[in-house]
């Protein structure tokens, strides 16, 4: 899921840096991640996994590493998948 | 100065103050604007700065409405300083603009500032000396994107200097402060930066270019080589990304739609005025009726429109504050809400900078030669040109895309009554 979501933000995050620089645990904000920018990787997160991130799961936590948001997709795969 | 003698100093000038309410402040802004109207011609004509209007700020103390009473200021609401905006905007636009950008530098400082020692005693200074603050956020070859800076802090020995090549620095010559964006360190990428307050004795100004322009002509924004020096504590300790977003923007978009308001509540009253005066004695109104009605009905909207922004960015201040009391982490914020409160900004923007214009045309039209005119009570050419630089002011058409952008996060935009 981390290929995906690399992928994601290589297309949609706009970094200042390359994301094959930055390791699972880097502060994506740190890197130049903007608000805007943010929109378009929540966007392709849903296309790609099929899930709606819910308004209280969008936050700076979730944007901030690969990490974040590999947890949080795992976590709405799981609990969508079980609705 | 040692630290002790600071807290007392600030402590001091809290209860020496006398509190001001804001009707008062009202007040003491319609006498700057008596003040600012008288020379608004002259300030047009020769594109020179309101020496006079902004002198007269500096004695009705003005320039400390907005700081918290502990630090010495009279602690006015966003809404009042919104109202002050608009009144002074009815004398002068540029005295009224050179007033709103000098508050949302003000803020920025208000709102993260107040930890460090430095700034704590630069904002007595500013109540004591009713400084003015200016900003240089854009630089040359970075477009007008306020988001990145080229120049950088070099911090050695816990001092830095900088240079930069600003493209306008609105009335820096005339500025005791300037509040200065550069990337944190000569490492950072372009988007990583901080804000630093430069005191006059800190900085020099070398006029690069010139300002002579449609509108706004007593703003005197210029261009700019700015070279400043200092200390650490200078620098804001938020990423500049956080302060714009928290304090300079909501701030800029909502002042700057009060004078724009302002501005054309102005021309409106002169063009009700004129009406009055050609409807007196006449059995019929006179075929400009409806376009009053209209520009009337439309000023009102522009009131309400601003007066919701107003409130939602003073509850986004409010629930910032209670955050900060509880300890909670800013990274648990819904972005929802910061996403929704920036569309709405640039929204405010979109609608009060095109229907100020409109109003001010129709106005035009209302009161025909007389307001084409440049020397009858009811002129409103000086008006419609400083009201041209609204749209531009952060181009309408960057901000129409930044807005469909924010609204791509939002599953439903519209809200409701």
Known sequence: MKTELRRILAESARLDVPIDTLADGDDLYAAGLSSLATVHVMLAIEDEFGIEI?????????????????????????????? | MNAPAQELEVAELAQSAILRSESELIEAAKRVAAVAAQYADAVDREARFPAEAVAAMRKERLFSAMIPTEYGGDGLSLTGVARL????????????????????????????????????????????EQLLLASATSEENIGGNMRTSACAVDLVDNAFRIEKLAPTISYGKYSDAILVTARRHPDAPPSDQVLIVA???????????????????????????????????QILPTPFSKIADESMLPVSHT???????????????????????????????????????????????MQ???RESLANVEAAQAERAARKANQSNDDDAPLAASIGINADLNMLKLAISQSALHVVQETLMICGMAGYKNDTPFSVGRHLRDLHSAPLMISNDRIELNTANLLLAQRAATGTI
């Open chain 1, 54 to 83: 819910p308004d209280h799961m969008l936050t700076r936590r979730l944007f901030s590493s690969v990490d974040s948001l590999a947890s949080a997709v795992d976590e709405l795969r799981r609990s969508q998948a079980a609705a």
């Open chain 2, 304 to 306: 309400a429109r601003l």
């Open chain 2, 85 to 128: 905006c608009e009144a002074l905007a009815q004398g002068c636009a540029s005295s009224a603009m050179i007033y709103a950008m000098h508050q949302s530098q003000v803020v920025c400082i208000v709102d993260h500032g107040v930890n460090v020692p430095w700034q704590r005693a630069f904002l007595a200074r500013m109540v004591s």
């Open chain 2, 199 to 233: 005191p006059r004795e800190t900085f020099t100004l070398e006029q690069r270019g010139t300002w002579d322009t449609l509108g706004m002509r007593g703003t005197c924004s210029e261009g700019h080589r700015l070279v400043a020096s200092g200390i650490a504590e």
């Open chain 2, 255 to 301: 002042l700057w739609s009060s004078v724009w308001c302002g501005i054309a509540s102005d021309a409106a009253n002169r063009g009700h005025q004129f009406f009055r005066n050609q409807a007196r004695g006449k059995p019929a109104l006179p075929p400009s009726a409806a376009r009053l009605s209209q520009v009337l009905t439309l000023i009102k909207m």
